[in-house]
């Protein structure tokens, strides 16, 4: 009895609680009273004008910025500064840039492996087992030995997706991972989020494609001036934002 009670509260818990996140750059305040919970499985969107503080949230959440006021917890794990603390969080998320960030001197299945290898202490034959099923699953596997300098930006994308999968994240941050590309590559990229979205992967995605958020957020973030100004699903933040600033907001990218 009680351990069924125990694990029923284990998998019905949120997979990120950020309460009263404050953080400060200097004398900036860039993110004010920020609360936000995402349950497992649960894809959101987060939206709002360039300097609102979306990245700086996102990042926030695996310690590759530092907050100075209240609290984020990551599968039942509080952040602090403890290194130990950081790394046990940093396994659960994983994080797409709008830059790729792959590592330009090592290839494609080398980007891939290194992380399962030198974080998880995975053989190298496991690691590129791993990594050649992700690298399947973005269509790039035929590409596996390739340099990221000669491919595409979406191809390199979806490399990034590959290499984040490849950890096994609970959840995964997008910060803009569209917005570098050429518009005829947006496409190849979205339809592999929209595949892991089908597939249940828990997504916290900052990005300014509307289809993509109406196809797949269960709800729909806007942020401004660091703070949450709006949270709705999709249609009625789309058919009908309440703020003025969404408001605007939509006006200028649509
Ligand atoms: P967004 O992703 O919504 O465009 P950011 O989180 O990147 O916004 O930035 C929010 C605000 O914080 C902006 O005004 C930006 O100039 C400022 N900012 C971002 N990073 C730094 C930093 N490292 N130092 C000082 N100010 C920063
Ligand atoms: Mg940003």
Same mark, same amino acid.
């Given at each position: ?41 649960? +894809? /959101?969107?987060?939206? %709002? ?8 949230? !996102?990042?926030? @959440?695996? $310690? ?6 209240? +609290? /984020?917890?990551?599968? %039942? ?8 603390? !950081?790394?046990? @969080?940093? $396994? ?163």
């Amino acid at each position: 009895m009680t351990t069924a009670t125990a694990v029923r509260q284990e998998t019905t818990a949120p997979i990120i609680e950020i309460e009263r996140l404050n953080k400060w750059y200097g004398d900036f305040h860039v993110l004010r009273d920020i609360d936000l919970t995402v349950e497992k499985g649960e +894809r /959101i969107v987060i939206c %709002g004008p360039s300097g609102s503080g979306k990245s700086t949230m !996102i990042r926030c @959440i695996n $310690h590759l910025e530092e907050h100075q006021m209240g +609290r /984020i917890t990551v599968d %039942g794990i509080t952040m602090t500064r403890d290194v130990k603390c !950081i790394e046990q @969080i940093r $396994h659960r998320v994983g994080m797409v840039f709008q830059h790729f960030n792959l590592f330009p001197h090592l290839t494609v299945l080398e980007n891939c492996c290194l992380a399962p290898m030198w974080v998880q202490k995975k053989s190298r034959r496991e690691a590129e087992d791993i990594a050649m099923r992700y690298l399947e699953r973005v269509k790039i596997a035929h590409q596996a030995n390739k340099y990221p300098g000669q491919m595409s930006g979406g191809q390199q994308q979806r490399v990034a997706i590959a290499r984040s999968l490849c950890m096994h994240p609970d959840v995964m941050l997008f910060d803009e991972p569209t917005s570098a590309l050429d518009p005829e590559m947006v496409k190849e990229v979205l339809d592999v989020m929209i595949e892991l979205a089908e597939e249940g992967m828990t997504m916290l995605c900052v990005t300014h494609e509307m289809g993509f958020a109406r196809t797949v957020a269960d709800r729909v973030i806007f942020m401004d001036e660091g703070q949450i100004v709006e949270e709705a699903p999709p249609e009625e933040f789309f058919g009908n934002p309440r703020s003025a600033r969404a408001k605007t907001f939509l006006e200028q990218i649509v």
